[in-house]
Nanobody
Framework: VQLQASGGGLVQAGGSLRLSCAAS????????MGWFRQAPGKEREFIGT????????YYTDSVKGRFTLSRDNAKNTVYLQMNSLKPEDTAVYYC???????????????????WGQGTQVTVSS
């Protein structure tokens, strides 16, 4: 199983980035995918999750209206489009996969089965 996050970088406040997470080694469409982030000195924070069939998505309040999740099950890839970025969005961003078919959204990191390695996003003011 592998989750490979990419697309991070340095961007000015107000700018945009699109993160990608390519999955392999499991049946991607049967897993909800989530994104989390962790800033230096802070706890890991849930950002959002998208269901396996992409019908449902859910976001934490701080990113609603700015971040959008999407996925391409044919490419085993989930995307996080981040617009109107703020300095407080600076963090390492992680994608994760959750197999729970009964509960959505799952916002607790410990409930996720697989994790990617993280990609750094830095927003300058």
């Amino acid at each position: 199983v592998q989750l490979q996050a990419s697309g991070g970088g340095l961007v000015q406040a107000g700018g945009s980035l699109r993160l990608s997470c390519a999955a392999s080694g499991f049946t991607f469409s049967r897993y909800a995918m989530g994104w989390f982030r962790q800033a230096p000195g802070k706890e890991r924070e849930f950002i959002g999750t998208i269901s396996g069939n992409a019908v449902k998505s859910y976001y934490t309040d701080s990113v609603k209206g700015r971040f959008t999740l999407s996925r391409d099950n044919a490419k085993n890839t989930v995307y996080l489009q981040m617009n109107s970025l703020k300095p407080e969005d600076t963090a390492v961003y992680y994608c994760a996969a959750n197999r729970d078919l009964l509960k959505f959204p799952v916002t607790t990191g410990s409930a996720y089965d697989y994790w990617g390695q993280g990609t750094q996003v830095t927003v300058s003011s």
